[in-house]
């Protein structure tokens, strides 16, 4: 589904909370450009989100946008995304993960965040990869 085909949201408080996530998320964003700890493509993938269901405009702007848009425009026009964010997202997820499953006493927990990480690592790796520039 286009972002032009998703129904922008009518009930006024939805949307304006929409609004505020997205531009929150753009700022998070925008701070991990600078910080390597803070994801910046998965905050622009929310803000894209938020903004194609509260604003068109904001929608538009962001994709479009000379800095942000290459982010995050490749993985929404479904040509995949490069090797090396793979490799990165992986990396960082499964670190991140493996801190959680030391620190976390419940095997309940244990097993909800491996079967998480797994599931979206295989997704990751089925996703084309782009062709070095």
Do not use: Q
């Not at 997205?22 to 964003?29: D, E």
């Not at 030391?102 to 990751?124: D, E, F, H, K, Q």
């Amino acid at each position: 589904m286009a972002p032009r085909d998703i129904p922008l949201y009518r009930n006024p408080l939805l949307r304006y909370a929409l609004l505020g996530v997205g531009w929150l998320s753009v700022a998070l964003g925008v701070v991990g450009i600078f910080l390597p700890v803070l994801p910046t493509t998965p905050f622009l993938l929310l803000a894209a989100a938020c903004f194609a269901r509260s604003s068109r405009r904001f929608y538009d702007w962001l994709v479009s946008h000379p800095r942000l848009g290459p982010w995050f425009r490749d993985y929404l026009e479904g040509n995949g995304i490069p090797l090396k964010g793979k490799v990165y997202a992986i990396s960082l997820m499964w670190i991140s993960i493996g801190v959680s499953c030391w620190l976390v006493p419940m095997v309940w927990a244990r097993i909800g965040m491996l079967t998480s990480a797994t599931l979206v690592t295989l997704y990751i790796l089925r996703l084309k990869t782009l062709p070095s520039r």
